[in-house]
């Protein structure tokens, strides 16, 4: 319950940036939003690690993805803060959908039986 309210919180981040509100929660909502949105999408990814150790992991890939964001706009000369937002809530989109086909937990299924075979 408490990751879906601060996935809708997020969200509305988003919405408020977009629609350039003049409101005071824009720029907190839309900082946990950058933060939230791909570390989810990662979390998800890595469901064999620890809990502590996936919300680390995914903590630092998604600092590690806005930076990598906001380089390549700055590099191609494309730097806009609605482009960033639309990119990284892209990106995480993207994300979610590779991990509900579960390519991951089938690198690690067989990583296992490697290992259990040895």
Excluded: C, N, Y
């Excluded at 502590?52 to 590099?75: E, I, K, N, P, Y």
């Amino acid at each position: 319950m408490l990751a879906g309210a601060a996935t809708a919180v997020a969200a509305g981040g988003a919405l408020l940036a977009l629609t350039d509100s003049g409101s005071p929660l824009r720029a907190p909502l839309v900082l946990l939003f950058l933060l939230a949105a791909p570390a989810a999408a990662i979390t998800l990814a890595l469901r064999g690690l620890d809990p502590f150790a996936r919300v680390l992991t995914a903590l630092a890939g998604a600092v590690a993805l806005d930076m990598l964001v906001a380089q390549g706009m700055l590099a191609t000369h494309r730097w806009s803060w609605r482009g960033g937002i639309v990119a990284v809530a892209v990106i995480s989109l993207l994300l979610l959908l590779l991990v509900r086909l579960r390519p991951v937990e089938r690198i690690l299924e067989r990583v296992r039986k490697i290992r259990s075979s040895k």
